[in-house]
């Protein structure tokens, strides 16, 4: 069963039509008590008439019935057997096949959902409901199987087996609650046709400094009467409370309404009933109101007949006065309402809304969804997703003030019986930074480089590198080295080594990340000589030294090499192949290696840390008897182009950075 029968009714409409057959006193007062919303009552009245109809069309339109009265209960499993039974008696309504899907569904097993509505479609090809079915429960699988970050649990201390349900915050600490509940001690002696239980009152609990819920209490006779009441919202002081109130008369139907006690400590003032009924119809149901930040207005539940109306139950929306008391007429939400019900609405701080529906695409029972505040409406309306939803019924969201972490309802497995209260939060985002650090040359693990990391948060942090060339930034303490919506400016460092720079961020990733880097270091020195680096190729035209744009982006390399080692020293040295003289070859490269130190000052790198130096022929890589022994022109071109270098090495660590 779930809280959509509660509050006389203000929840799933289904209606059926009573076939012309006679159907006797006891099918006629069932008819009655469903048509009514006592479904509790309908199912024992419909099982008796079963027992003494003789005809058997009737039995099998009797048990389809039972079935309806299940499903309007909520009750999935128990709909979906009087549905079969239905089917077995030789009803003649194929949809029993749909009907027997969605209480497949509601119920989480969603390829046999899928095989029910197949047989619903075969018996009714025309029918979309088929299609559209199927593909709600393979996109219910899809979310349940790769659900959001949000951690749900249930809250054990607040529920009983019987029905907890909606709570909201009643202080401005958000350490105290109240909520509707069936348990015992309920305000009457009467039970609730709808359910079979007692009726629901209003209850309060606080939490201590461990988190523990103290003992629930009913609030005074002054909120709680012998009928309904639930679904609570306070103001943003805590010095008002709104609450539905559904009255109780036996055997008649009333509607409900929003009523509003002002609080002062821990007691309530007698209650004033809002004035939102549009006319003097008892039975329309008005209630789970939901103030905005401002409290300039109100978003509830009804399913009175207003312009926009789009059947079931809409939201509506009405203006609040400086005494939170309605104003004008109420306005339909429009796109955020369906054809069938949309209730529990919560308006978040910053305007956004959450709302229950089970007129979308979802996962089963009522699904909570989200929608944008867009000027005095709202649109984008999406599913929140598995884990807060569930094949089950889930609605009455709640956040906590700003944080992301609050209460919903649920009757899905692992709660204590009915409807239960479930606590939500959306876990930290773990990242975790480690890594390697390499000798370029040897490719062997690189042990004592500093690993130095900088984060646009201001956190700054660093470690040395163990015996195998390793780093780990994971916890620190009890925190974390890495944190969410960061960026981190990585350095890796080693006396004898260019430094190596990178970057990391955890920006705009939704999944918890632990980092895997390897940097690679270029030595400079190797058993005491500077190690020689060479180059990307430096273009220039033939038999030329000025500098070609391709040759300028070449040179990108060393500019950054510098910049990131501001201390060190170079030779900028330049060869040729030896398809020239000497003389012209010698001339030649150091022109090259002038050109590109020229080059480099013109982007602010200080002369006096840059030599050029020409070498000519004199070093070629590859010797002119190696070149002449290569079988093709190909080759030997390749390696004259070889020869053709411009290269660096490190003369000291010396240089001094200027002041800026």
Known sequence: MTTRKLLASLFVSIVFVTTAAAQGKLAEEADDAFKKGFYFNAIELYKKAYTVEKKASTKAELIFKVGEAYRALGDAQQAAVWYEKANKAQYTDPITYLYIGDMLKQDGKYAEAIA????????????????ASVAECQQAQAWKDSPTRYSVDPEVLLNTPQYD?????????????????????????????????????????????????????????????????????????RTMMYFTRCPMEKKKVYGCDIWVSKKVGNNYAEPVKLNLRPDKNDTITIGHPTLDKDETMMVFASDMKWPGHKGGKDL??????????????????????????????????????????????GMGGMDIFHAEKSGDSWTAVDNVKSPINSSSDDFGIVFEGEEERGFFTSNRPGGKGQDDIWRFYLPDLVFGL???????????????????VVGTNGSNFSAITDDNGGFTFIENGKDRYIKENTTYSVLVEKEGYLVVKDQVTTVGIQESTTFVKEYFLQPTIVEGKSVTIKLPEVQYDLGKFDLRPE???????????????????????????????????????????????????????????????????????????????MKTEEEREAAHQSNRRTEFRVLSYDYVPKAN
Request: contains cysteine.
């Open 165 to 237: 349900f909606t709570p909201a915050f009643a202080d401005k600490k958000n350490e105290m609650v109240v909520f509707t509940s069936t348990r015992a001690g309920a305000t009457g002696t009467e039970t609730d046709q709808i359910i079979g239980e007692s009726f629901s009152d209003l209850f309060t609990s606080s939490r201590d400094r461990l988190g523990k819920w103290s003992e629930p209490t009913k609030l005074p006779i002054t909120i709680n009467t012998p009928g309904n009441e639930g679904a609570p919202t306070f103001n943003a002081k």
């Open 116 to 131: 029910a509505y197949n047989r619903f479609k075969e018996k009714k090809p025309g029918d979309a409901r088929a299609d």
């Open 316 to 361: 509506y929306m009405v203006k609040l006065d400086k005494d939170g008391m309605p104003t004008g007429a109420p306005v339909n939400l429009g796109e955020v309402n369906t054809p069938k019900d949309e209730m529990f609405p919560f308006v978040r701080h910053d305007g956004s809304l959450y709302f229950a529906s089970n007129g979308r695409a």
């Open 434 to 452: 480690q890594g390697t650090a390499y000798d370029k040359a040897s490719n062997q693990p690189l042990a004592g480089a500093k690993v130095s």
């Open 551 to 629: 040759g300028k982006d070449s040179l990108e390399t060393l500019y950054q090499t510098l910049i990131d080692n501001p201390t060190i020293i170079i030779e900028l040295a330049a060869h040729t192949d030896t398809r020239d003289s000497d003389a012209r070859n010698l001339t030649l490269s150091q022109n090259r290696a002038q050109s590109c130190v020229n080059y480099l000052v013109t982007k602010g790198i200080d002369p006096v840390r840059m030599v050029a130096k020409g070498y000519g022929e004199s070093q070629p890589r590859i010797s002119d008897a190696q070149i002449k022994a």
